[in-house]
Structures are given as C-alpha cells and as structure tokens.
C-alpha cells in the first residue's frame, strides 16, 4: 500500500480563502515532500521539510510536520484559479498517497 | 524547461503489441522511477533505479520491465499490450535527499 494519505480527496473554495490539505503517513521518514499535478501533466515539487523541521514556508505555502503523529499539513493561503490542481504528499522514500483535488472557484 | 522528457506523450495501439515507453534526462540524477496512475488517482510506483545496471520493481505488480544501460536514460516496456494496461506512465528522477523530477507522462491507451 502506499506511503502517504491526503485528507480530505476533495476540496472547493473560493478565490481568497486559505485552502488546507492534511497527509499521513505509516513509517519513519528522513524527509517529506509536497507536489501539485495539473491535469494531464507530471507532478511539480512545491516544497521539502526535513523530519528535523517542524514547519516551512515558501510564498504562499506553509507546510508543518509532526513526526509523532506521522503527519503533514499544507496550507496554501490566499488562494487563486490558478492554484487549482490535485495536490500530492510523498514520503521521502518516494511513495505517494492518493493526492487532494483542489478547485479554487473565481 | 523541463528536464527530464517522456515520448510519446499519447500512444493508442493494438492488444499484442510491443510497446517500450521512453525516458530520458539530462541532470545527472542516479535515481529514476517510474509510476503508473489512472486519471484522478493515486500514484503507484512500478519500477525504480538506483544507478546503472541496477533496477528494482516496486509497489504495484506490473508486467512491464525497465532497463538502466546509461545514467540519462530509462526505458519501460510491455512485450504484449493489453487493455489492462491503459493508463498513465510517470517517469521522474531524482538524486540522494533532494525532491524528485517529472515528465509530463505517456497516456497509454490499449484497443
């Protein structure tokens, strides 16, 4: 089975609210990584925490790690048309969960 | 500015037929993968390499095999298509603690 898990599979929200996809995953891990797919396309890394860090930042996103409870957030804030993709956690021995399908609606 | 390049990007063929899925990139990266992934699902991985001459099956049972002659390149292929077989091929590489790369996928359709 795979690695990680998103919650929730789905999410729609309008253009300027904070959208927030959550994974869990079952084993130690050296790091945690998070990607975003368009339709039709090959996944794209959005960012990287290590199992030393407890939260990141990068633009608009905000990632938190807590190993004790093998879980991960992503917050994507402020968000836009353009943010809309499925949004994937993958354990840093490169197996992914089933991935959040976010609509941001204009 | 992709990296890391996947042809065909679609392919449509007959049961029977033998079908190699290409893969290639030009970073220098020691690991390749290669997932399968139906339209909207999650991501399972099939095949992966550490390095030349080393490759490993992974979580999904596929019939497909992979080779790893040169670092740059690693091809997938299914010595006799079937329907079963529709679907999506990743390819993505990556080196030691650093997030990997990917192509835009072959979408893979079996008549």
């Known amino acids: 089975s795979q690695q990680g898990e998103e919650d929730p599979q789905a999410l729609s929200i309008q253009e300027g609210e904070n959208a927030t996809m959550n994974c869990s995953y079952k084993t130690s891990i050296n790091n945690l990584q998070w990607y975003r797919q368009n339709s039709g396309r090959g996944l794209v890394h959005l960012i990287l925490?290590?199992?030393?860090?407890r939260e990141k930042h990068s633009g608009r996103l905000r990632v938190t790690l807590d190993t004790s409870k093998k879980s991960s957030s992503l917050l994507i804030t402020a968000s836009r048309a353009a943010d809309t993709a499925s949004y994937f956690c993958?354990?840093?021995?490169?197996?992914f969960g089933a991935g959040t399908r976010l609509t941001v609606k204009p | 500015e992709a990296d890391i390049y996947q042809t065909p990007r679609y392919l449509v063929i007959g049961t029977g037929k033998k079908i190699t899925l290409e893969c290639s990139q030009t970073m220098g990266h020691d690991k390749m993968y290669w997932y399968q992934q139906d339209p909207g699902m999650e991501l399972h991985l099939i095949h992966y390499?550490?390095?030349?001459?080393?490759?490993e099956k992974g979580d999904l049972s596929s019939e497909s095999t992979v080779s790893r002659i040169r670092t740059e390149h690693f091809p997938l292929t299914l010595e006799s298509a079937r329907p079963s077989h529709t679907s999506q091929y990743l390819c993505a590489s990556s080196t030691s603690g650093q997030p990997q790369h990917f192509g835009d996928g072959t979408r893979l359709s079996i008549l």
């Open positions: 993958a354990t840093s021995d490169m197996r």
């Open positions: 390499s550490y390095g030349v001459n080393s490759t």
């Open positions: 925490i290590r199992s030393n860090e």
